[in-house]
């Protein structure tokens, strides 16, 4: 079952393009303070790896779908490997606004498991309104 978890948008000062490049090319920010590798090919790994909290870590997901300059989604799990019961979707979806780009990021939660708590879904919408000003940051300076 899937849970709509995060639904953020940001409006960035650069065109598309400079958006994807900074979304998708090298030195991704698709997720807060990670490297990011992966070819962007659907159905193929994305390892994101770096330190939380002070601890080492790599999670693992894989690439659901991708429209070149449009949207991008891939799975996210934390551990191995091996796809657990419960994970995460992520999708961020790019659209023109005037000389800008509107960036949409939505996460759910995929799995047998009950709504999270107000709290979890609150800390969640911090941590990627994080990644979208970081992607402003990356976009704007391009």
Sequence with gaps: MEHRIVEIETTIAANIA???????????????????????????????????????????????????????????????????DDYHLVTYSLSRLGDSTRVTLVQSNIGPKPEPSEETKAEFSKTFRLMLNELKQASEAR
């Design 18 to 84: 400079e958006v994807w490049d900074a979304l998708t090319g090298e030195g991704a920010i698709v997720m807060p303070m990670t490297k990011v590798e992966t070819d962007w090919n659907s159905g193929h790994p994305i390892v994101f790896s770096g330190v939380w909290n002070g601890k080492p870590f790599e999670d693992h997901g894989e690439i659901v779908s991708v429209l070149e300059g449009k949207t991008v989604s891939f799975t996210h799990w934390s551990g191995n490997g091996s796809r657990p």
